[in-house]
C-alpha cells in the first residue's frame, strides 16, 4: 500500500469492519471554511493533510484556525496520532506554529487510555516513548518472542520500530494463545513528506483477517473519539460540527456516522493531485463540503 488507490481499496475491503454511515446525495464546492462559517459551531480537524503533511505546516492552517476562533467558533484537533502522549501532541502542533490548547485536543491515544483493562499489557510503542501516560502495568514489545508469550493483553501504539518479523511473532504467540490487542491507531496509512507511511490500523486488519477476534480499533472512524469530542463541546447539537479532513474512510466516515457534517480537504492529503469524485462514488461517502485547502 504505497499510493491513495491501494489504500483506498484496502479501506474497501476491510469496510465490513468499519461504522455503517448513511451520507447525502451530493457534495457542494467551497473555496475556504469562511463560505461555511455561519453554518458551523464547531470544526474539528484531521492533522495529517488537513494541517500538516508530516513535520510540515500546511500554509494558511494555523492563520484559519486563529481566525475562525476569533469569530467565536470553537475548534478542536481530532488525530489518530497515537505514538506521543496529550503533551507531546500538544508541543508537535506548538512546534508547527498552531496555536492550540491542551483541551482542543482529543487523539486515539487518549482514548485507548480510557479502555485499558487490568494484566501485563505489551506495548508496540516509538522508542522514545516512555509509555508514562498508560495507566497499566507494561513492557515494550522488541524482537523477543518469549515477550509475547507472557502478556495479558497487546496495546499497539506506534509502527515507526515495526518490521514484518516482528508482526510474525505477534501472530504466532495469538495464534497459540489469542488475547485482546488494542490497536490505538485505526489508519491504515498516513500521508507523509515522503509518501505514506503504514499505521497500525494496517497490522490489527491483517491480524483480523488471520480471523482473531478480540482486535478493537480505536480512532477515526470508531466511535470513542468522537464521542470524546462531542462531550467537550456541551450543547453544540451534530449538525453544527463539522469534521474536516483528508480521508474517506475515516474522518469523513466516522462523523457521518455520528451525525456530524463533513469537510473533505484535498489538496495535500490522501487524495493529493487526484479527483475525488470517482472514489467518493465508489464507496458511497460524500462529504457535505469539499475543498483545496481549509
Known sequence: ????????????????????????AATVDVESLLDIAPEVDAF???AF???????TPIPGAAERLDQLRAAGHMIRILSNAASYDHAGATE????????????????????AIRCLGPGLWGCIAAPDDDL???????????????????????????????RPERQAMLRNSLMSH??????????LAAPRDFGFSLEPGHFGH?????????????GKPFPEVYEMVESSLAGVPPERIAMCGDTLHTDILGA????????????DGMFSGMDTRGFCDRSALVPTWRLPRI
Request: glycine content about 6%.
Open 1 to 24: 500500500m504505497d499510493d491513495a488507490v491501494s489504500i483506498f481499496d484496502r479501506y474497501q475491503a476491510v469496510r465490513h469492519r468499519l461504522p455503517k454511515a448513511r451520507c447525502g
Open 44 to 46: 474539528v480537524f484531521d
Open 49 to 55: 493533510g488537513v494541517l500538516n503533511v508530516g513535520e
Open 92 to 111: 508537535k502542533f506548538r512546534k508547527l506554529g498552531i496555536r492550540i490548547s491542551p483541551d482542543e485536543i482529543v487523539t486515539s491515544r487518549d482514548a
Open 132 to 162: 508514562s501516560d498508560i495507566p497499566a502495568d507494561t513492557i515494550r514489545l522488541d524482537d523477543g518472542p518469549a515477550e509475547y508469550d507472557r502478556v495479558d493483553n497487546f496495546l499497539f501504539l506506534s509502527t515507526e520500530s515495526w
Open 178 to 187: 489469542p488475547r485482546p490487542v488494542v490497536i490505538a491507531n485505526a489508519d
Open 206 to 218: 491483517l491480524l483480523a483477517d488471520d480471523g482473531l477476534a478480540d482486535i478493537r480499533f480505536l
Open 256 to 267: 457521518v456516522a455520528r451525525g456530524w457534517r463533513t469537510v473533505l480537504v484535498t489538496r
